[in-house]
């Protein structure tokens, strides 16, 4: 790709993401979503810093800054690496079925194709934590934004699983297959829930 998905304008973005090209698409919107719920964190995160009411977290939101930014950076990169995972699977559902090549060449594509949306649940399980602390330690004039950043990131974990679901779903070794699923139902066993209830603690504040 001549141009990185990420380095588009936000309008430019989501017209290619609406278009008829192969990418961006699920796998790189979650990615995108799950950075803007980091960054929201981080944004709670700088506006507390210096201020002398929350002068004992000072050491904790600072080292949650630093965290935040390369989880934003890494979910960032995710957006370009799901899009490049998509050309080498696009090009081996096209072999052939009748290639000898057919099968390994479509197994080893969808199982590469598996790679960014796990490390983008994995990013974003890193995202919720933060959020979590954040809302314990961050500004409480900025809460709600703690809970958007916590809605944000638990849509783009699920949205991250289904792109591994689409593709285990079609693996013929169902071994792989099951470790991947296992893997993804884990971290939205734990971690779904832990946003939402950053979420409605953040609804419960509001709104009491």
Do not use: W
């Not at 649940?121 to 330690?137: D, F, P, Q, W």
Request: net charge negative; aromatic share 4%.
């Amino acid at each position: 790709m001549s141009e990185k998905m990420i380095e588009k304008s936000c309008a430019d973005f989501a017209a290619v993401l609406a278009s008829k090209a192969p990418v961006p698409g699920g796998g790189g919107a979650a990615a995108l979503v799950g950075a803007l719920g980091t960054a929201l964190c981080s944004m709670v995160g700088n506006l507390t810093v210096g201020r002398k009411k929350y002068a004992q977290y000072e050491a904790d939101v600072k080292r949650m800054l630093e965290k935040g930014a390369a989880v934003q950076e890494r979910l960032l990169d995710l957006v370009d690496k799901d899009a490049e995972a998509f050309e080498p699977l696009s090009k081996a559902y096209s072999i052939p079925k009748d290639d000898p090549k057919h099968d390994e060449t479509l197994e080893a594509a969808t199982k590469f194709a598996c790679e960014a949306p796990v490390e983008m649940m994995k990013a974003c399980c890193e995202a919720i934590e933060l959020l979590e602390e954040m809302l314990e330690k961050g500004s409480v004039t900025l809460v709600s934004d703690v809970g958007c950043g916590a809605l944000c990131c638990a849509a783009a974990l699920e949205s991250a699983s289904m792109n591994i679901f689409v593709n285990t779903k079609t693996l013929l070794d169902r071994e792989a297959a099951a470790k991947l699923d296992d893997q993804a139902d884990a971290m939205l066993r734990e971690y779904m829930p832990r946003a939402r209830k950053v979420a409605d603690e953040v609804n419960r504040r509001l709104r009491g």
